[in-house]
Nanobody, 126 residues
Framework: QVQLVESGGGLVQAGGSLRLSCAAS????????MGWLRQSPGKEREFVAA????????SYADSVKGRFTISRDNARNTVFLQMNSLKPEDTAVYYC???????????????????WGQGTQVTVSS
């Protein structure tokens, strides 16, 4: 069973950047496809980005495509989300999630993941 801990959230002005990190422990990190999801107050949790277990494949929500980049370092058991050109509508709690999948598979969606972090708050001011 894998444990996930996010970090890197905070308050940033519109147009700014943040880099989120998610450190994994308790499992073989390279066996897990990873993802980032987010939830704003009063809204349902939504998919943001996903990466396959080896890092070769990625997928993004249309709302973040071209602005966010997901990456991973399997030697450090960490997945990252680089967020550029942030907008006020990106304000949310960002969650890291994991699921064991075959190589080359990305997990897109909000219900397919079975391990979750506690979340980190990202606030973008206008």
């Amino acid at each position: 069973q894998v444990q996930l801990v996010e970090s890197g959230g905070g308050l940033v002005q519109a147009g700014g950047s943040l880099r989120l990190s998610c450190a994994a422990s308790g499992g073989t990190f390279s066996m897990y496809a990873m993802g980032w999801l987010r939830q704003s107050p009063g809204k349902e949790r939504e998919f943001v980005a996903a990466i396959s277990r080896g890092g070769a494949r990625t997928s993004y929500a249309d709302s973040v495509k071209g602005r966010f980049t997901i990456s991973r370092d399997n030697a450090r058991n960490t997945v990252f989300l680089q967020m550029n050109s942030l907008k006020p509508e990106d304000t949310a709690v960002y969650y890291c999630a994991a699921r064991q999948r075959p190589s080359g598979v990305v997990v897109v969606g909000t219900t397919e993941y079975n391990y979750w972090g506690q979340g980190t708050q990202v606030t973008v001011s206008s």
